[in-house]
């Protein structure tokens, strides 16, 4: 993926801005949960291509994002794990063993 850069919008989980790949000066709003999960972004491919089969009750999937979205998520994915790993190694939550043990 390229550097484009990606920020978290304060306090909401979820909602990101992506900088623009052909306007570098520009950032266009992702919010990932949205769609059940599928994810909107306010660029115009989104809005053209992606939207209408979404609006229309298609199922999250990977088609049916832009690259904006896709590159959200990957940022998110990443903190989500990193949070994980961090919970796992600090002893907050059970070793993985343990916690299949007890199911
Ligand atoms: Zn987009």
């Not at 306010?42 to 999250?60: D, H, I, M, W, Y």
Request: charged share 30%; net charge positive.
């Amino acid at each position: 993926m390229a550097d484009a850069i990606v920020r978290n919008v304060t306090h909401e989980v979820g909602r990101y801005w992506v900088q623009s790949r052909s306007q570098p000066d520009q950032e266009h709003l992702c919010d990932l949960l949205y769609f059940d999960g599928n994810g909107k972004c306010s660029c115009q491919n989104f809005q053209f291509t992606c939207e209408p089969k979404l609006v229309r009750g298609a199922k999250p999937d990977k088609t049916l994002r832009c690259w904006h979205l896709r590159l959200a998520r990957e940022v998110f994915l990443q903190d989500v794990l990193t949070v994980m790993a961090r919970k796992e190694k600090d002893g907050a939550k059970p070793k993985r063993t343990e916690y299949q043990l007890k199911r």
